[in-house]
């Protein structure tokens, strides 16, 4: 069991620093609606518990990250 453990953190750390290294060419408005969809969408996960809400929450996330450099 730690050895599936181990594997999922090293993904884990991958996939954090590939998904940082695609946010270099972002503007300020792109990287504000991928922060809010991100946070959206753990919140709705941590709300709701399902999937649906979890999508709900990414994409009001989204919305409002979009909207806050306007």
Same mark, same amino acid.
């Given at each position: 069991?730690?050895?599936?453990? =181990? ?9 954090? @620093? #590939?998904? @940082?290294?695609?946010?270099? =060419?972002?503007?300020?408005? =792109?990287?504000?609606? +991928?922060?809010?969809? #991100?946070? #959206? *969408?753990?919140? #709705?996960? +941590?709300?709701?518990?399902?999937? @649906?809400?979890?999508? *709900? *929450? +990414?994409?009001?996330? *989204?919305?409002?990250?979009? =909207?806050?450099?306007?």
């Amino acid at each position: 069991m730690d050895k599936i453990k =181990q594997i999922g953190a090293a993904a884990l750390i991958a996939a954090l @620093l #590939g998904g @940082l290294s695609a946010c270099d =060419q972002m503007s300020t408005r =792109q990287r504000d609606t +991928a922060v809010g969809a #991100g946070v #959206g *969408g753990v919140a #709705g996960a +941590a709300l709701g518990g399902s999937a @649906l809400s979890t999508v *709900g *929450g +990414a994409a009001a996330g *989204g919305l409002i990250g979009n =909207q806050v450099g306007k």
